[in-house]
């Protein structure tokens, strides 16, 4: 089981930045691929950007350049460093992870986690 919360959300003009992190959490866990993704006002939830344990990180074209997600593995966190916002990046981003259960030498899963959301507004 692992809990995930997301932070550092708020209102920011264009052209600002924000950096976003998500905690995870559990007893007895192992973290596999972590990724943001948003969900637009009136839109779908898409896949903002994702990062393997290796480090490999993937972007949609919309945020490339612009957004950078980063790892710290020994704190069990994920980052969304977010510059440059424009008015269409307004969206609750929410922090995924998937990951395995242990129980001693067993490893059950995949599973994947979702963290609760926070808010990014840009506008002037």
């Known amino acids: 089981q692992v809990q995930l919360v997301e932070s550092g959300g708020g209102l920011v003009q264009p052209g600002g930045s924000l950096n976003l992190s998500c905690a995870a959490s559990g007893s007895a866990f192992s973290i596999n691929t972590m990724g943001w993704y948003r969900r637009p006002p009136g839109k779908q939830r898409e896949l903002v950007a994702s990062?393997?344990?290796?480090?490999?990180?993937n972007y949609v074209d919309s945020v490339k350049g612009r957004f950078t997600i980063a790892r710290d593995s020994a704190k069990n966190t994920v980052y969304l460093q977010m510059n440059n916002l424009k008015p269409e990046d307004t969206a609750v981003y929410y922090c995924q992870a998937n990951y395995y259960n242990l129980y001693r030498t067993l490893k059950v899963g995949p599973f994947d986690s979702w963290g609760q959301g926070t808010q990014v507004t840009v506008s002037s």
């Open positions: 990062i393997t344990t290796g480090g490999i990180t």
